[in-house]
């Protein structure tokens, strides 16, 4: 019994025949004994996999030029860019803790030719702090973690006397509600990491919200603001420059590049917290393609010259596959959920 196979569809199915060393004839013949057409898409969904990209892809970024969320997937993608051999554009739209960018790329075309890089609110943090969203986080399809950066307190030297983080916390506690924390933004992973800061040292600080990392931190610099928990990709440099103070860092130990900055769980018990930044596509988009992306983030992450440039960002690389990114996503929307209800974090 014989069917009519749509020329665009046939040519994707060959191209997935040569990976494989059948024929034409062999793969119409396998197609007419299965039924056609269900092989046929599948298949054809598989050729579109290998030849992904034949165009430009598009990255959005739901939040500001000038931080790490921008800078690591410009870095993945410049790579992946030459190994494409196609153009890959980084389109910043922020806005709303990041759910404006992540609304777009939610509703964008599911052919693996938009993609949505983001830190972790869109992904695990808006949906326990915004009464409604305009798109479904755990619908987006995984594609990798590119890397985690740890988050360290830096303060301004010129406004807080403080020079460690013990006397920090005896000062926060002289001045309750007196010292001014910068945040990227509400909801973010700076927003969270200042709230149950407040919460585990008994302290209050008065929070101001940028948007983004670059401009809170350019309010630091400016004096506008006295203190900012902030991921060191971004905040070490002006560190080592001098323009501000590191009082610790939120890892579980002291960092091997960081020997002499203490631990703030060293202080604080427990206290954890770090910036990751992640890769997805729209709902719907085809295994394969988020495979084979994910794949080739992997090989990107590999490579001296971008592990080179995670090194400049603090950045531990990962680049693990589609599972493990969801898993690692479920992980962490139950802990942010637990640190918003434990610190009552509300937005202004």
Same mark, same amino acid.
Do not use: C
């Given at each position: 019994m014989g069917f009519a196979i749509a020329q665009p569809v046939l040519r994707a199915i060959e191209n997935a025949a040569k990976t494989v060393g059948l024929s034409r004839r062999a793969i119409k013949l396998v197609l007419s004994f299965l039924g056609g057409s269900a092989v046929a898409a599948a298949l054809a969904t598989a050729a579109a996999a290998i030849d992904y990209p034949v165009r430009t892809v598009k990255v959005i970024v739901p939040f500001p030029a000038g931080g790490t969320a921008d800078t690591m997937p410009r870095v993945v993608?410049?790579?992946? #860019?030459?190994?494409?051999?196609?153009? =890959?554009?980084?389109? %910043?739209?922020?806005?709303?803790? &990041?759910?404006?960018? !992540?609304?777009?790329?939610?509703?964008?075309?599911?052919?693996?030719?938009?993609?949505? #890089?983001?830190?972790?609110?869109?992904? =695990?943090?808006?949906? %326990?702090?915004?009464?409604?969203? &305009?798109?479904?986080? !755990?619908?987006?399809?995984?594609?990798?973690?590119?890397g985690i950066v740890p988050t360290g307190l830096v303060v301004s030297p010129r406004k807080v006397p403080a020079a460690t983080l013990a006397?920090?916390?005896?000062?926060?506690?002289a001045n309750p509600g007196?010292?001014?924390?910068?945040?990227?933004?509400?909801?973010?992973?700076?927003?969270?990491?200042?709230?149950?800061?407040?919460?585990?040292?008994?302290?209050?600080?008065?929070?101001?919200?940028?948007?983004?990392?670059?401009?809170?931190?350019q309010g630091l610099l400016a004096g506008d603001c006295d203190i900012m928990f902030d991921n060191l990709g971004v905040s070490l440099p002006l560190v080592r420059g001098g323009q501000l103070r590191l009082l610790g860092v939120a890892t579980e130990r002291r960092m091997a590049a960081l020997p002499d900055v203490p631990a703030i769980a060293e202080?604080?018990?427990?206290?954890?917290?770090?910036?990751?930044?992640?890769?997805?596509?729209?709902?719907?988009?085809?295994?394969?393609?988020?495979?084979?992306?994910?794949?080739?983030?992997?090989?990107?992450?590999?490579?001296?010259?971008?592990?080179?440039?995670?090194?400049?960002?603090?950045?531990?690389?990962?680049?693990?596959?589609?599972?493990?990114?969801?898993?690692?996503?479920?992980?962490?929307?139950?802990?942010?959920?637990?640190?918003?209800?434990?610190a009552d974090v509300r937005l202004e």
């Open positions: 993608f410049d790579f992946l #860019s030459r190994k494409w051999g196609q153009s =890959v554009v980084i389109e %910043n739209r922020a806005g709303a803790g &990041g759910n404006v960018g !992540a609304e777009a790329a939610f509703h964008a075309e599911p052919d693996g030719y938009t993609l949505f #890089s983001s830190p972790a609110p869109p992904f =695990v943090i808006n949906q %326990n702090l915004y009464r409604r969203l &305009g798109y479904d986080p !755990a619908a987006f399809v995984p594609i990798s973690v590119m006397d920090f916390i005896a000062y926060a506690r007196k010292i001014s924390s910068a945040t990227q933004g509400n909801g973010t992973t700076s927003h969270l990491t200042s709230a149950m800061f407040q919460m585990m040292a008994k302290v209050e600080f008065l929070h101001v919200p940028y948007r983004g990392t670059a401009p809170a931190l202080v604080l018990p427990g206290f954890s917290s770090a910036a990751w930044f992640a890769v997805a596509a729209p709902p719907k988009t085809p295994h394969d393609i988020a495979n084979k992306i994910s794949a080739d983030i992997a090989e990107a992450i590999r490579s001296p010259e971008v592990r080179k440039r995670f090194e400049d960002l603090s950045a531990e690389p990962v680049g693990n596959d589609p599972d493990a990114m969801a898993r690692f996503m479920r992980e962490e929307t139950v802990r942010w959920g637990a640190v918003i209800k434990a």
